[in-house]
């Protein structure tokens, strides 16, 4: 099903992709997560910008989706649940991420800000995209079929209405700000320069 | 927290609320979530083209069926995200050339070949992860996790986990590291 909305098509879909992209590069930027020291520290857990990031926007995007969705104005883009592939790449990515210091969008937009251990790291990520494609055949064979639970989504494994599910998303997010910003005071009193 | 670049900081949560309303936007309008790591794998077939030709690169059942090397809404937007943080940092005035960032200093030394051969292998790790994980920071993360996937909540928290105890391993010695 084509969304109702969905108008942008074609060759202009090129145009989009290059101006979404400019408004997400800038973001980040803006953001501050095309900085390895807030990458990093937010793993060694002394600065949480991606954390407050990430949330706010799977929280604005999450309800904005599900309205649109909801009016048969977007599609659902799930991908599958390839339980083995999903767990030990994500692993990899975690200590990819420390080790870069960025992630892949990070990156890219870490480069246009002038570092050139991003660049440097974009060509490991070539390199890296080579060393998937070139092991596919056997990925696919091997990692990909085992625990694979298919494109299901949080609602399909417990019977709630979407409702709470989104309800709980919010929640959630709310507690972990909370508990960001309790950190943060207590921080702020030990360490009144820091 | 030292705000070193207080002019071109933008408050976390409203920036993570324009990257939702990006989102939703690219969602309704143009049917794409926002994604960065299957770009950046096209990217790579395109750089095995003068390798492997242009035979070789579509014989390769990654590259002829996921990850077709092309210029598209995708890659576009790859080039775009580059294009943004240039405008953003020029126009912010935080633009600077840097090799070794201050934390990586710290902890490794001023060595700028030691900090770009880690950045390398880092990079390299993270694309065959995401790929493996069919989706990055920005596919899974956001994108995957505002839908309430099942595998990106699943990749979210494992990512989190797994980079947690690489932090720590690598940096968190005796609490002198990073805690400036």
Redo the contacts between chains.
Sequence with gaps: MTPLLAFITGSNLLWAGLFFGIVFGWLLHRGGVTDYNVIVRQFLLQDFTVLKVMFTAIVVGGLGVWILHGQDLANFHIKPAAMLAVVLGAVLFGIGMVVYGYCPGTGVAAIGAGRLDALAGFFGMIAGGVAYALSYDWVAARILPVADLGKKRLPDLASFPEWVWYAGLVAMAAGVFALVARIEKTRAAFHPNA | ??NH?SS???N??V????????????????????G??TA??Q???A??LPFAGADGVAA????AK??VPK???????????????????LS?R???????????RDRFGPSVPK??????????????????????????????????????????????????????A???RGGSA???
């Design positions: 927290m030292k670049l071109a900081r933008w976390p949560y920036v993570g609320a324009l990257i939702g309303v990006l989102s939703l936007i690219t969602f309704a309008l143009a049917d794409k979530p926002i960065m790591s950046i794998a990217a790579s077939g750089c095995a390769n059942t990654y590259w996921k990850a210029w598209d809404y995708g890659t576009l937007f790859l080039l775009g995200s580059f294009l943004g943080a240039l405008g953003s940092s912010s935080s633009f600077k050339l840097q090799a070794v960032p201050s934390l990586w900090r770009l051969a880690a950045a390398f292998i880092g990079g390299a790790v993270i694309l065959y992860g995401a790929r493996l994980a069919d989706g990055c920071t920005s596919g899974h993360g956001i994108s995957g996790s505002l839908q309430l996937a099942v595998s990106s909540w699943t990749f979210f928290i494992v990512l989190f986990l797994s980079g947690i105890v690489t932090a720590f690598l940096f968190h990073g805690a400036r």
